[in-house]
């Protein structure tokens, strides 16, 4: 069934932007566990836990009424985050390239506006949830927040950048300042993972 994803670098790699105990905290205790509640929730549902985790969180009705919160919100723990870890690196930072850059500008006015759009979502986002960079179903960049574990794949939108916004993921280092973590995580973003995100589906 579902797994634990094996991190490309390690606890320390993204300091000091992410400092190593919460990276250690957030992916062997917050995520370990959603797997596991996942696996549990899906261990009698013989149909559906074969499936892939996208096609799981875009086809919850399948799931009975009394599992669903549990799948939609373990589940989604499991791909936010799955997805999160990827989409940063100690040689991150600096801009997008390529036809990410090209579609940014089309739709942003370019990256700093971009930018300033992404953190006011990230910034607005009322409690636990994400921020997402993600191509709508016409093919478009378009930028919001979902709450809780939620995500843009559960309206049929395809993810490409996400940004935890949970206390979880920054209140070790930066307590109630939300605003410097997420002035700090832009410079680990990888753009070339989220490059080949936006490549594989545009």
């Known amino acids: 069934m579902f797994e634990l994803p094996k991190l490309e670098y390690a606890y320390a790699d993204l300091e000091p932007y992410i400092d190593s105990r919460t990276m250690e905290i957030h992916y ?3 995520h370990a566990t ?3 509640n996942l696996n549990n929730a899906l261990e009698t549902l013989k149909d559906i836990k074969t499936r892939s985790i996208e096609e799981i969180l875009t086809k919850l009705d399948a799931i009975p009424e009394e599992l669903r919160t549990i ?3 373990n589940g989604g723990g499991h791909y936010n985050h799955s997805l999160f870890w990827t989409i940063m690196s100690k040689k991150g930072g600096g801009r997008p390239s390529g036809s990410l850059e090209d579609a940014i500008e089309k739709e942003f006015d370019g990256f700093d506006s971009f930018k300033d759009v992404f953190t006011k979502s990230a910034m607005g986002r009322f409690g636990s949830g994400w921020a997402w960079l993600y191509i709508n179903s016409e093919g478009s960049l378009r930028v919001s927040s979902t709450p809780n574990q939620d995500n843009p794949l559960m309206d049929g939108n395809k993810p490409i950048l996400g ?3 949970w206390e979880h993921a920054y209140y070790l280092k930066y307590q109630n300042k939300r605003a410097d ?3 700090s995580w832009w410079e680990i973003i990888n753009w070339t993972k989220v490059e080949e ?3 594989k589906y545009a």
Request: proline share 0%; charged share 15%.
């Open 197 to 199: 995100n936006y490549s």
């Open 163 to 165: 940004l935890d916004v």
């Open 71 to 73: 799948v939609r919100n």
């Open 28 to 30: 062997s205790k917050h």
């Open 181 to 183: 973590y997420i002035a």
């Open 34 to 36: 959603y797997v596991t």
